[in-house]
């Protein structure tokens, strides 16, 4: 990682320096163009100049021409060319001094050559045409036309100067253009020269990121998968072995790989694991001490550093050079793996050695998690077995006979072990001649619900020696768990005093934030109670109501916890359309097996706790014996 990101920084700076060259090279090329267009500018503008000299110059010969034609002849259409000149070199004149201002180097002699033109013009051509016209012999007199002579002349010694100079400023600026157009292409092709070999170099440069980014997301992918291969191990001894297959596949030819345990992973139940796998022979018996060496490195850099690490070494052998790795797996900071790997030829580069490190990451956390999941279950099934005695204590061991009655009681804890403590049921003697049917709900689950339950229980028990009316004993359990300071838990309770006489059962019922009980009559149709009351263990004074019935021969009560009626969505179904489907005369098995199959539907395992207590009235059987019959379902 430290050379790629070294090699990354120099072509960085390769390409910086590159950059800065290229755009040298575009600034001096833009210059030279920039150049190389003023010239131009300049050398049309000079032409212009050059045009406007001549026009002038042409001016005044067309002039002189036509006034000597009319000196010799006196013939007037001879001074037609005069009188065009005329009119045209005013114009003339004015683009010369326009066009000379651009050239400061012009200015002066552009105007000696437009004062002679108009001096000529204005001065001299008017008078010699006067002269011809008053007298045409002496108009023809020598001074007259060695005046006109000698002025043209002089205007052509101008003009000719101007040329020159014009020719020698033209001369200097091709020279200046060409030297501006080599450099320019010289730039040009060292400028296509650095962007070429800029654009090879980042060509080459993307190449390698892309090839070594597709052996990142290859080695990354590998690493995700064997993570996953690994997971799947139901043992370390399986974790092992596909460890070892992983990496005999990428090039290796011998892995030894052991499990360490050490205080701070204990792995109860079951033997550390060791596996070697491929080739033995690739490490001769000698070679195995350097071969611990590079372990012992690993696992001295491994604890330095937290994480798993590995240590190379190349062992020299008569049948070629032997590579041997050692890595030093971690989990947590704890060693739990030692591994040495072996080969022969190539030895391992750095992203090999990557690789292999994040292998032993992932092997270390699947070995972790393996102990981890042997621990556990080792101590689900104490935890499990507490729970389920626990369960136990909390629900009568034998369910009492009642005279003349069928009793069937329900029972389905919800989930395992630690989920103990909920609901809870009861059936006991009040006296001489009535029996006590409780059925509750503790708020919470687990050993501090639990401890609740037992407490409900027994204080109700402590109550039997008298039959007292129901909501008196609600209201005595009530102040019980207020003395008790359960730290707000509370208890929702169905309370029923039972007493069978006179060939019927009076039975009592009050309820304390619980679901009232159903009453079934004997052709099987179902009505609830409308006993309603506060729950118990909150507020030191609660509305209780007391209902008072009679069960003929045929006839049921069936109290319920919430777990029958609290099983999710899906259903809207009462416990009354459960028990409504039975048919007539139902037996107090068949009640509480329909409850308990409705709390069934949403799943084999009750979200809740399922409790049922069915009580069904028999009556009296001839010859004055009483029935009874007795169901109890075994704690699930």
């Known amino acids: 990682m430290r050379g790629q990101t070294r090699l990354i920084a120099a072509v960085a ?187 090879l170099a980042l060509s080459g440069f993307l190449g390698w990121l892309l090839v070594g980014r597709e052996r990142a997301r290859e080695r990354a992918a590998f690493l995700a998968e064997s993570g996953a291969l690994l997971d799947r191990g139901t043992t370390g001894d399986e974790v092992l072995e596909t460890f070892a297959k992983l990496v005999l596949e990428r090039g290796n030819a011998y892995c030894l790989a052991e499990e360490l345990v050490g205080p701070e992973m204990p792995v109860p139940d079951r033997e550390i694991g060791r596996v070697a796998s491929g ?120 369910i009492p006979d009642l005279p003349s009655c069928e009793l069937a009681v329900r029972f389905a804890p919800a989930g395992e072990g630690d989920l103990v403590g909920g609901d809870f049921y009861d059936v006991f003697a009040v006296g001489e001649d009535h029996w006590a049917i409780v059925i509750g709900d503790v708020c919470g689950k687990g050993a501090h619900a639990a401890a609740v339950t037992a407490m409900a229980r027994w204080t109700l028990r402590s109550f039997a020696g008298s039959p007292r009316p129901p909501v008196a004993v609600l209201r005595s359990l009530n102040e019980a768990m207020l003395r008790q300071g359960l730290g707000g838990r509370f208890i929702t309770l169905a309370y029923a005093l039972l007493s069978p006489r006179d060939g019927e059962a009076h039975v009592t019922v009050a309820c304390a934030g619980h679901p009232p009980p159903i009453f079934v009559s004997d052709d099987g149709e179902p009505a609830r109670l409308g006993a309603h009351g506060d729950l118990l263990g909150i507020w030191p004074e609660i509305r209780l109501e007391q209902v008072e019935l009679r069960l003929a021969a045929g006839e049921s009560l069936v109290l319920y916890t919430d777990g029958v009626t609290d099983q999710g969505p899906g259903t809207e179904r009462s416990p009354e359309h459960a028990l409504r489907e039975l048919n007539a005369e139902p037996s107090a098995a068949a009640l509480a097996d329909a409850l308990r199959a409705e709390a069934g539907r949403s799943g084999p395992v009750p979200r809740d706790d399922v409790a049922v207590v069915a009580l069904r009235y028999l009556g009296t059987a001839p010859g004055g014996e009483t029935r009874h019959r007795i169901e109890h379902e075994a704690l699930a």
């Open 279 to 398: 080739d033995a022979a690739t490490v001769s018996p000698d070679d195995w001490p350097a071969a611990e060496a590079a372990w012992e490195q690993a696992r001295l850099l491994a604890q330095s550093r937290g994480v798993a690490a590995t240590h190379t070494a190349v062992l020299k052998s008569p049948g070629g050079d032997v590579h041997v790795l050692g890595l030093a797996a971690m989990a947590r900071h704890s060693l739990v793996a030692r591994v040495l790997l072996a080969r022969r030829g190539r030895g391992w580069r750095r992203e090999d050695v990557d690789e292999i490190e994040g292998l032993g990451a992932r092997l270390g956390l699947a070995l972790q998690a393996r102990a981890l999941q042997a621990r556990t279950e080792s101590l689900y099934r104490r935890s499990d077995h507490v729970a389920r005695t626990l369960q136990q204590s909390l629900l009568p061991d034998v």
């Open 13 to 199: 700076g390769a390409v910086a320096v590159g950059a800065a060259a290229v755009a040298l090279g575009v600034t001096l090329l833009l210059a030279d163009i920039v150049h190389l267009r003023s010239t131009a500018g300049e050398t049309l503008r000079t032409g212009d100049y050059l045009s406007a000299t001549i026009n002038v110059e042409r001016a005044v010969i067309d002039a002189e021409t036509g006034l000597r034609g009319y000196v010799i002849t006196g013939e007037k259409q001879f001074l037609a060319p005069t009188r065009a000149a005329q009119a045209e070199l005013p114009g003339a004149i004015l683009a010369l001094e326009r066009t000379a201002t651009n050239e400061d180097a012009f200015v002066t002699r552009a105007t000696s050559l437009a004062g002679s033109a108009r001096a000529y013009m204005n001065a001299y051509v008017p008078r010699v045409t006067r002269d011809v016209a008053n007298d045409r012999a002496a108009a023809q007199s020598v001074p007259t036309t060695a005046l006109g002579k000698q002025l043209v002349d002089g205007i052509r010694n101008q003009t000719a100067e101007l040329e020159g100079l014009i020719s020698a400023r033209q001369a200097a600026r091709q020279r200046s253009a060409r030297r501006s157009a080599n450099h320019a292409v010289t730039v040009a092709i060292v400028v296509l020269i650095v962007v070429t070999g800029l654009t």
